[in-house]
């Protein structure tokens, strides 16, 4: 069922704390853990608890939970003092999604180019 955990899914582990991760912020409906490969010196992952393989699929299934996880974005932000930062969801293999669990991924703490590669 749409948002239920997957036996496969290795961000459904990390929320369910089979898989350890350095989690920096929890809410009734989102985890923020840092990027195990960081590609700044701020790189967080925002993640809901519930399961939707990508950013579009949980915004038509669940906008409040959408909503939540870009409040979270902001969050992750303020604790690391980050005024200007980069929020990104990769869309299918083309644009570099590797793993099917909707994540924000939080870059911030160097300066960035546009357009991104
Ligand atoms: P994407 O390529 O947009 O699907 O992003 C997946 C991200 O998950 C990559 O930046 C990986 O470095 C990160 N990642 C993969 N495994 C882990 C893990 N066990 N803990 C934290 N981050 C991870
Ligand atoms: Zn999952």
Same mark, same amino acid.
């Given at each position: 069922?749409? $948002? ?10 990390? &929320? ?8 920096? @912020?929890?809410?009734?409906?989102? &985890?923020?853990?840092?990027? #195990?490969?960081?590609? /700044? *010196? ?5 993640? *809901? ?9 949980? /915004? /038509?299934?669940? *906008?409040? #939970?959408?909503?939540?996880? %870009? @409040?979270?974005?902001?969050? &992750?932000?303020?604790?690391?003092? %980050?005024?200007?930062? @980069? ?5 299918? *293999? ?11 991924? &939080?870059?911030?703490?160097? $300066? ?6």
């Amino acid at each position: 069922m749409a $948002g239920e955990p997957q036996d496969d899914c290795l961000f459904c582990k990390i &929320v369910a704390g089979t898989i350890p991760a350095t989690i920096v @912020r929890e809410t009734d409906t989102t &985890v923020a853990f840092r990027d #195990i490969n960081p590609q /700044a *010196p701020t790189h967080v992952l925002v993640i *809901p608890k519930a399961h939707y393989p990508d950013a579009a699929a949980l /915004a /038509a299934a669940a *906008p409040q #939970i959408a909503a939540d996880v %870009l @409040r979270e974005t902001q969050a &992750v932000a303020d604790e690391d003092k %980050l005024e200007s930062y @980069r929020v990104v969801f990769n869309k299918g *293999p083309g644009a570099g999604q590797t793993v099917w669990h909707t994540h924000a991924h &939080v870059l911030g703490g160097r $300066g960035m180019e546009w357009p991104p590669g």
